[in-house]
């Protein structure tokens, strides 16, 4: 078995490992909360995604809602290269449901789970349990992506930040205080 070492780091309940992976196997990554995880897995198949863990808002994108104590590969993904996951939704103060968030290696975005707030990027509130794409306007390609607790960030290959969800605090970056069922461009110095 190859050698890999991990850093966790608990930050507002997130728990995020990154796998380093020796030269003979590709890297991984494993991202989730307290009660679900997201696992990207190069095993048999490059960037394969797996999850586990609880899954009553279909977090989980296995298309179903029950909770599962073993990973499982999200099968919609199987055609598509996994390159970043990210898991928000619940943290150590309030109790919500959980959402994911995955980019492929074509810089797609796609999500699934709870969608009280947007924090989707589907358009509309509903939530999902099997993986749908993210409503862009942008042309390029996603880079990066994180969600919070009711909301969700990218950035784009050319610089751009978008955000979406929950805004009753101002954390969009927006300028006001509503909520964003798809995502917008953050405009200003950055």
């Not at 599962?68 to 919500?96: C, H, L, W, Y």
Request: aromatic content about 8%.
């Amino acid at each position: 078995m190859d050698k890999r070492r991990c850093l966790f780091l608990l930050v507002v309940g997130l728990l995020l490992c990154s796998f380093t992976a020796t030269a003979k196997s590709p890297t991984a990554e494993v991202e989730g909360e307290a009660e679900e995880v997201v696992a990207a897995k190069p095993k048999r198949r490059p960037h394969t995604l797996f999850a586990w863990g609880r899954n009553n808002a279909g977090q989980l994108g296995l298309g179903h809602t029950a909770d599962v104590d073993t990973p499982q590969m999200v099968s919609t993904f199987a055609a598509k290269e996994m390159k970043k996951v990210a898991a928000g939704g619940a943290n150590e103060d309030i109790d919500r449901e959980g959402f994911s968030l995955v980019v492929s290696s074509a810089g797609n975005l796609f999500s699934f789970g709870f969608n009280k707030y947007g924090q989707l990027g589907t358009g509309d509130k509903i939530s999902r349990s099997s993986l749908v794409p993210v409503k862009f306007a942008h042309q390029g390609r996603i880079l990066q992506v994180d969600a919070g607790a009711t909301f969700s960030v990218a950035v784009t290959d050319s610089g751009q930040v978008f955000t979406w969800g929950f805004n009753g605090n101002g954390e969009l970056g927006l300028g006001d205080l509503r909520d964003r069922l798809v995502p917008e461009l953050v405009k200003g110095q950055l």
